[in-house]
């Protein structure tokens, strides 16, 4: 009888881990514009659709564990879009928007999908689909590092 509670407790205690590991959910673009702008970070934002395996992969194996980490907490500031909700969220311009219009916005129709945009929303880099599950990480952190010099220079820049 013990041996089945303890098996019980075992299994929920795992759920309950996988639960935790969440993406911020999009609301307030405008708001997150302005942390951009202060804190010199770009915005990643991660576009997937609820029955897509390889999003599910990605968001639980790279980007849950990337927002927990402070390094990663200091260089960008991601944001989860589910391309088939219309719930509603500011965007850029601080118009409300469904999240299904603002992936049209960015014509995002392959899954998942991950850009990195500057306080404007414009576009500083972009991965579609999973190239390479080994080197996926990888693959974003050089994506990250190559967007946050662009909006460097960006930020930087004189008229």
């Given amino acids: 009888m013990i041996r089945y509670g303890l098996l019980l407790l075992l299994l ?4 309950s881990a996988a639960e ?3 993406l911020p959910v999009a609301k307030d673009f405008l708001m997150d514009s302005q942390k951009v702008w202060k804190q010199k970070t770009p915005i990643l934002i991660m576009f ?5 395996g390889y999003c599910k992969k990605i968001k639980e194996d790279v980007l849950s564990p990337m927002a927990e980490m402070p390094e990663y907490q200091k260089k960008i500031i991601i944001r989860h879009i589910d391309a088939q909700s219309f719930d509603e969220i500011n965007n850029f311009y601080n118009e409300e928007v469904s ?4 992936a049209f916005k960015y014509a995002v129709n392959f899954f998942p ?9 414009a576009t500083l880099g972009k991965i579609v689909g999973v190239p390479s599950d080994e080197y996926y990480w990888t693959d974003l952190d050089e994506v990250i590092e190559k967007s946050i010099k662009k909006l460097h220079q960006r930020m930087n820049a004189e008229l």
């Fill in 12 to 15: 929920f205690s795992n759920f």
């Fill in 20 to 22: 935790e590991l969440t």
């Fill in 48 to 52: 997937s659709i609820p029955d897509c």
């Fill in 99 to 102: 999240h299904n219009e603002f």
């Fill in 113 to 121: 999908t991950v850009i990195l945009v500057d306080n404007y929303g």
